[in-house]
């Protein structure tokens, strides 16, 4: 489950949920692009070929964890479609389903939530290269799912991911 | 099972040959430090450093995958006495028994088997920061299973790590 979408979107709360409920069921797995950047990717910039190299690492590990029968939830804004394209195709070659899951709240929304105060620092220009603010995102042009977190409950939202899950066969039918 | 040692000691080798016979009776993974460095850690040196950065990168992944039951092989060099114990403490505080396996043959038969000429390639001077020749390494004070590739046979050797296994429960008893 590749959750792209720009930061403060739901990426991270909406995984954080479904992977908590799912583990009862079965191995999930939810690997943060924070987080794993901190322990993969530490020294990266976010110019674009260090963004597409971060993302590709989360991949490589996606792909070993998919291996073993985890579920596996990546919450990384992951802004380029092309190398989202990559993922799926690396994913796939390897016998893994590879959904693609818009975590879509509009600009405007994000900016006026703004949790972690980073769009604030972007806007006043003291973050580089922030998505959405001064670097590009890139929205699934047909994401196999897309939930609306502006519009939207999060339960909602999550019950739409499950159902996606279910409807592959990844988890039980609800 | 982590497998240290110099370059041609044999630790892929037998990593390779033990995971492939396991991988029936559980999920098995091998880390090959070549490999690995590839995909998660392009663009690091061999300082002391850029080495623990990459190791523990391999460490990190060993971690999640021995999470959801994987037994995991790891074949890196990993030099340094300190930066492996410093993975044992994560492994045993995330609950993984961490086995340290020193794949030992003096560096006179790895000069003399130089399987890929990167030795060769080190004594010109080709290559920088060659472990065993312009690098240092670290041999285990107290491994927890040393295994001579130089004096045993290959089937020796793999008895060996086999029996470290069973001993700690990771696999049935032969």
Redesign the interface.
Known sequence: MWMTGLSGAGKSTLSTAIAARLAAQR?V?LLDGDDVRT??S??LTFSRADRD?NV??IG??AR??A????LVFVAAISPYAETRAQLRELSTAAGHAFVEVFVHAPLATVIERDVKGLYRRAQAGEIERFTGISDPYEPPASPDVEVRTDRDSRDACEAQITAALAARGLIAAA
Do not use: N
């Not at 291996?67 to 985890?70: A, E, I, N, T």
């Open positions: 191995p797995e322990f993969l530490a020294g190299t590709h690492r490589y590990v070993l964890l291996k073993h029968g985890v």
